[in-house]
């Protein structure tokens, strides 16, 4: 249903209506505070680099994120990164991250960047103190922040918002009568826009998500897709439908789909439940975070890496190396 309110197909968005104008106004008085001084923001001692979404539900921000750690990473610069660590319930914050941190404390995504990057992750409603946290772990030449676009006690160097390319920007209502944050004239300040799938407009980046071997949740045996018969397909991501139109062009019919809420916290009783004798269990990686405590035999999960395409990609690679540089002129690797 909140699909079709969202990309203007159902009448009811107008009954919402008000709702976002309130919203918007909050959203557009915060940001105007921080930058009149009514508020202060904080300035890292190292290059802030933001990737972040103008729309709730999932965009592919996640694997940007990854591409982007991991890409720098090969420039020989030491990467740190920090996320409000969503449906994450620690005791305590700043909470440190790595790949063997449960998901239930740190969030799911923070612990999958944790896995595929093996750069150090600090996870706080508070940026600040997760940056703060990471710096007084060691040698840090950048910090990502994963989302925290309008997060503006924080301030960046560069911002980079990623969009779904199938639906943009739905019917360009704030929430909750449509997906907005912000309105999509804010994609004028940014420094990149990326854009996931669909087709890329002028000055955009294009980029699309390239599917890995399945690999197995017990263990960790990697096959190509095809191998796999009868799927059931299950995925706890914002936007499930992208997850199973991945599988359909991989040449896999699962014999079911089966969608969650984004971070839903899973039980190994009722991923059971979903399987009878013989079938395959084939689950998003960063749903498989969540699992593999108590994962089956019949369980896997498919990595997908994203690939970036566009004349924009390697200034925008080349300007955060400067910038690292900038802050820090004795910077050599």
Not at 57 to 79: A, D, E, F, S
Request: hydrophobic share 40%; net charge neutral; with cysteine.
């Amino acid at each position: 249903m909140i699909e079709r309110i969202w990309s203007g197909q159902s009448p009811l968005w107008l009954l919402l209506w008000p709702l976002s104008l309130l919203y918007g106004a909050i959203a557009a008085l915060i940001r105007y505070s921080y930058q009149r001084g009514w508020r202060k923001s904080w300035r890292a001692p190292v290059p802030v680099v933001i990737v972040g979404n103008l729309t709730a539900g999932g965009n592919g921000k996640t694997p940007v994120v990854i591409w982007l750690v991991q890409t720098l990473q090969q420039r020989g610069l030491k990467v740190g990164i920090v996320s409000r660590g969503y449906n994450g319930k620690a005791d305590s914050y700043p909470l440190l991250v790595n790949e063997k941190t449960p998901a239930e404390q740190a969030g799911d995504e923070p612990v999958l960047i944790a896995q595929r990057t093996g750069a150090p992750v600090a996870v706080a409603p508070k940026r600040r103190l997760a940056v703060e946290a990471l710096l007084k772990q060691g040698d840090i030449d950048l910090i990502i922040t994963d989302d925290g676009l309008q997060h503006y006690a924080l301030q960046r160097d560069k911002e980079i918002v990623v969009v779904d390319g199938m639906r943009r920007f739905g019917n360009g209502w704030w929430l909750p009568a449509g997906p907005m944050r912000e309105r999509a004239s804010r994609l004028k300040d940014v420094d990149a826009i990326i854009v996931n799938g669909g087709t890329a407009q002028v000055g955009e980046m294009a980029m699309h998500l390239q599917p890995g071997l399945v690999t197995n949740l017990l263990t960790g045996q990697k096959k190509p897709i095809h191998q796999l018969d009868n799927v059931v397909a299950m995925a706890g991501i914002g936007h499930p439908p992208r997850f199973f139109t991945t599988l359909k062009q991989q040449g896999l019919t699962p014999v079911a789909e089966i969608a969650f809420a984004d971070h839903h916290a899973y039980s190994e009783a009722e991923l059971a439940r979903l399987l009878v004798t013989g079938q395959n269990l084939l689950m998003t990686e960063k749903d498989a975070v969540k699992c593999r405590s108590f994962a089956r035999p019949d369980w896997w999960y498919l990595p997908v890496e994203a690939e970036l395409q566009g004349e924009g990609v390697e200034p925008l690679l080349n300007d955060i190396e400067q910038l690292c540089r900038t802050y820090s002129p004795d910077l050599h690797h």
